[in-house]
């Protein structure tokens, strides 16, 4: 959980700043939306590569390249004065944090029972979830002083560095120990026994990719989208970003526990289905007294997010033998970050030409669409 929390310190930085960085270099959306997709792109490229060294080379490697590399890369953010220079810096932050999920997720399945990894990867959850609650707060506090949003990339980059060095020593022998175990907890491989395994397996990465990637690029605008549609400021937007992310404290374990008692594939269809309602209501829900009423809606959505999560890496980790689950966890990562961050500028796009109104009543449908077609390969299916 502490090492999650670190590694996400600062890649959960660009949303929350996005205001701020919009108005220092006048950003249309379109150009906010590759802020986003800079970090996300570089993000899902490095998941393969890193996955396979994982594999490897062992879990403590990535997991400190994962941590104190985008320390650095924060620095150079920071520190960059042009747009450009933003972009690039960004992106060596994904590069470096790529390592830290396919090596983290195994580590942590191989030390529980297979009926509880669900739980397990929800606890683990909590820990990005609590810096994605957290670094919005952090950052608009520091931004609104004169050290400005670079200022915020470089103040939490120094605590990441130190955690980052800190797990490196405690993981010297507890990953090792991990990975030496592994066979010794029990964990059956899952074989195709049927006609349809494949089919379902397809579609069920279909599935959890494609609705992952759409509720990242409309959670990338809405920041913007408080600030343009409600007339809030910057750090308040910043605030409403953090109530989304909030729902991970809680709803992570939630999600890890029904799916080892329901089954991974009813969690994830459940909250798929309800995915595009949700994402249809922001432009309907009003914004009440004090924000209550879009606050209470942008938990809901963190609450589908969290609730999915764990069960779709117990899904893939159930199906894959050990000597190879780094990589193909890489893979799936690398699906889920480079559709969101290709989705980021199209959703700004769509938001230049027709609207939020719009853009988000189109993400809305393809997401119930592409539900619908999935579950009828994963109706009868559970784990």
Known sequence: MLAHLAHHLLTALPTPLLPFIRDEFALDYTQSGWVVSAFSLAYGIGQIPAGVLADRLGARWLITIGICGVAVAGILVGLSQTYIMVLIFLALMGLAGGGYH??????ISASVEPEKRGRALGIHLIGGSGSFFLAPLIAATIATTSLGWRGSFIGLAIPTMVLGVVFYLLLGRRAGRVEVQQAATGQPEEKPSSPGYW????????????????IFSAISFITLFMVDHFKVSEETAAIF???????????????????????????????SFITGPALYLLNRVPYGPYGIGIGALLLFVGMIMYIRAPAAEAYIIGRTSERTRSTILGIFY????????VLAPVMGRLIDRFGFYTSFNIAAAFIFVVALACSVFLWRSRN
Do not use: C, H, K
């Not at 953090?242 to 994830?268: E, H, K, N």
């Open 102 to 107: 396919p090596s983290a997720s195994p580590l």
């Open 199 to 214: 089919r379902q397996l397809v579609a069920f990465l279909v599935l959890t990719v494609f609705t992952q990637a759409v």
């Open 241 to 271: 970003l953090a109530i989304i992310y909030s729902a991970g404290l809680w709803a992570s374990p939630l999600g890890g526990y029904l799916s080892d008692r329901l089954g991974r594939v009813p969690v994830v269809l459940v909250a």
């Open 334 to 341: 690398f699906s889920n970050m480079e559709m969101g961050a």
